[in-house]
Antibody, heavy 117, light 113 residues
Framework: EVQLVQSGAEVKKPGESLKISCKGS????????IGWVRQMPGKGLEWMGI????????RYSPSFQGQVTISADKSISTSYLQWSSLKASDTAMYYC??????????WGQGTLVTVSS | QSALTQPASVSGSPGQSITISCTGT?????????VSWYQQHPGKAPKLMIY???NRPSGVSNRFSGSKSGNTASLTISGLQTEDEADYFC?????????????FGGGTKLTVL
């Protein structure tokens, strides 16, 4: 069974750093792209970027380029999304999703990130 | 405002059929057959229900069907059941480089009365 399991909810202060994770199982982790998706409170979903764990090829949506870093450790089948300096506007639910063909098929359960002073 | 437009809510009675629309442009829905639909129950991960406009993954009920006409895609659920009550959102590949490669709809809350 394909599963993507994300790390738990985080509460951080502005300016702090954060790294959240997404662990894949039940499939060949290095053979599928993993994407990250943001959902701000009351808003729709936004595609942030994508990584191919096989060779760490990473592509960012223009709105998120320079704002976050996507990485992967194929030895433990895990992808990461990280911030070096959080802002209140980073408060959102973040999902990882496996891409099959051109579309996301399996999704993680989401990680809620709250940034507040 | 989401890139793909969906109605905020739809409702139906058990046994009835409902259709949820998803409107985009010629750069996404109209230009490619890479439309997908997801079901999301509260607190749960989204679940793929339809991919490539009209294909169902293994294990998804044939009560769920998808179609596309021009720049608008549609999800139809027939024989509504109480467990179908959830949020549904659409997705499409896009060639518009300024938004990344995937666009999503804002989601539609389905209420089964």
């Amino acid at each position: 069974e394909v599963q993507l399991v994300q790390s738990g909810a985080e509460v951080k202060k502005p300016g702090e750093s954060l790294k959240i994770s997404c662990k894949g199982s039940g499939y060949s982790f290095t053979s599928y792209w993993i994407g990250w998706v943001r959902q701000m409170p009351g808003k729709g979903l936004e595609w942030m970027g994508i990584i191919y764990p096989g060779d760490s090829d990473t592509r960012y949506s223009p709105s998120f380029q320079g704002q976050v870093t996507i990485s992967a450790d194929k030895s433990i089948s895990t992808s990461y999304l990280q911030w070096s300096s959080l802002k209140a506007s980073d408060t959102a639910m973040y999902y990882c999703a496996r891409r099959s063909g051109r579309i996301p098929d399996y999704w993680g359960q989401g990680t809620l990130v709250t940034v507040s002073s | 405002q989401s890139a793909l437009t969906q109605p905020a809510s739809v409702s139906g009675s058990p046994g009835q059929s409902i259709t949820i629309s998803c409107t985009g442009t010629s750069s996404d829905i109209g230009g490619y057959n890479y439309v997908s639909w997801y079901q999301q129950h509260p607190g749960k991960a989204p679940k793929l229900m339809i991919y490539d406009v009209s294909n169902r993954p293994s294990g998804v009920s044939n009560r769920f069907s998808g179609s596309k006409s021009g720049n608008t895609a549609s999800l139809t659920i027939s024989g509504l059941q109480t467990e179908d009550e959830a949020d549904y959102f659409c997705s499409s590949y896009t060639s518009t480089s300024t938004v990344g490669e995937v666009l999503f709809g804002g989601g539609t809350k389905l209420t089964v009365l």
